[in-house]
Every structure is written in structure tokens, then in C-alpha cells.
Nanobody, 119 residues
Framework: QVQLVESGGGLVQAGGSLRLSCAASERTFSNYAMGWFRQAPGKDREFVAAITWNGGSTYYADSVKGRFTISRDNAKNTVYLQMNSLKPEDTAVYYC????????????WGQGTQVTVSS
């Protein structure tokens, strides 16, 4: 069982930046692909970004491409989401998720961290 704990959310003005962190309990964290998702009030959860187990490939939703950067530090069992040029429409609860080796879906989820961007 992998436990994921997000941190770094908060209130920021439009145009500002935040860095989210997601710490994993699993000692084999480096085997897992990781992703970030978000859910705004009244909307479905949506994909934001993902990174392969070794950080060799990254993927982004079109809405955040060029503004957000996903990265990971396997020595610290942590994945990050650097968010720049934030917009009010980025306001949501952000979740990190882990995809186990061989899995075709995200198997473990964190509890989420709130990001609020004021205009």
C-alpha cells in the first residue's frame, strides 16, 4: 500500500507561482509512474501532468503546458509540480497519484491539496 501526502497548496494571486510536493511512503517509489490531477468545484477530476518512473518522459494537459513542470526526486520519494503564471481557472484541489509497475491505471491517490488563485 502506497501512501501519498501532498503539500504546498495555498492562496496566490493570478500570475504567481506555487510548488506542490507529493511524498510517497513506498520504498520502491522509483518504480512508479506518477501523475497530478485536479478537481474544481462542480467539475470532474482532470489530468494535469505525469512523469515516468525515471523522469525520462513527462506529459501535460494542454491547459497547463508551458506553465507547469512536473519533476521527481527518487532519492526523496517525492514528486513535484511547479506551477507558474497561475490563472484563476487553475483553482482546484490537486491530487497526486501513483501507477504501479504493469498497471494501466493510477492505483494510489493522495488526499489532495487546495490551490486557490485570486484574480
Amino acid at each position: 500500500q502506497v501512501q501519498l501526502v501532498e503539500s504546498g497548496g495555498g492562496l496566490v494571486q493570478a500570475g504567481g507561482s506555487l510548488r506542490l510536493s507529493c511524498a510517497a511512503s513506498e520504498r520502491t517509489f522509483s518504480n512508479y509512474a506518477m501523475g497530478w490531477f485536479r478537481q474544481a468545484p462542480g467539475k470532474d477530476r482532470e489530468f494535469v501532468a505525469a512523469i515516468t518512473w525515471n523522469g525520462g518522459s513527462t506529459y501535460y494537459a494542454d491547459s497547463v503546458k508551458g506553465r507547469f513542470t512536473i519533476s521527481r526526486d527518487n532519492a526523496k520519494n517525492t514528486v513535484y509540480l511547479q506551477m507558474n503564471s497561475l490563472k484563476p481557472e487553475d483553482t482546484a484541489v490537486y491530487y497526486c497519484a501513483a501507477e504501479a509497475p504493469g498497471s494501466k491505471s493510477y492505483d494510489y491517490w493522495g488526499q489532495g491539496t487546495q490551490v486557490t488563485v485570486s484574480s
